[in-house]
């Protein structure tokens, strides 16, 4: 159990790290057309608030270029497509809703978190019965039981969905 449990962890932690890892270069608009342009081929063009373009290649490294007017922006496309006109571009205008985005989130949290509370208590008193009740050995039950308390909701998922396993191992016959 604790082995699956490890395993588990691991491949969460390996999930979120690639999935957080960001691709994305910075480069001034020099250096872009310089030195990046002329090695790369171009998947598509990403035009966002009318201050930066995100240059995504073909092999989806995302290039980030910040400009500080539409003019400059519309000139570097303008360059891009002379070369390559099939490319497609994306223009995108992201509003500032950061508050009104929290105060959902917020009122979404008080509202689930009773749900979250009843839902973790009932998980927890039918794990922990099942573990008592169990025939594995005590360095199990007490594994089983740590990851159960300490690790709320998922622990208990964890323990319900792997449990089966435990039960149907051969028991250790005393020689």
């Known amino acids: ?8 962890s691991v491949l ?11 691709r994305t270069q910075k480069a001034s608009e020099t ?4 030195e990046i342009l002329p090695q790369i081929n171009i998947g598509s063009l990403e035009i966002e608030n009318k201050k930066s373009l995100k240059v ?8 980030l270029v910040e400009l500080t007017s539409t ?7 303008e360059k891009i497509l002379e070369e390559n006109p099939s490319i497609p571009i994306s223009r995108f205008s992201k509003t500032n809703n950061s508050y009104f985005n929290h105060a959902i989130f917020y009122m979404l949290i008080q509202f689930l978190m009773p749900f979250l509370i009843i839902i973790h208590l009932i998980l927890l008193w039918v794990c922990l019965k099942k573990i008592l009740k169990s025939p594995v050995h005590g360095s199990d039950k007490l594994t089983n039981t740590i990851i159960v308390i300490f690790v709320p909701l ?8 792997t449990k089966k396993e435990l039960n149907k191992r051969p028991k250790q016959s005393e020689s």
């Open 56 to 63: 995504i290649t073909e092999k989806d490294k995302t290039y």
């Open 1 to 8: 159990m604790l082995k699956k449990f490890i395993s588990l």
């Open 154 to 161: 998922l622990g208990s998922i964890i323990y319900l969905t």
């Open 31 to 34: 250096e872009f057309i310089n």
């Open 12 to 22: 969460l932690f390996c999930y979120v790290f690639i999935s957080c890892n960001s």
């Open 71 to 77: 003019k400059e922006i519309n000139d570097l496309v």
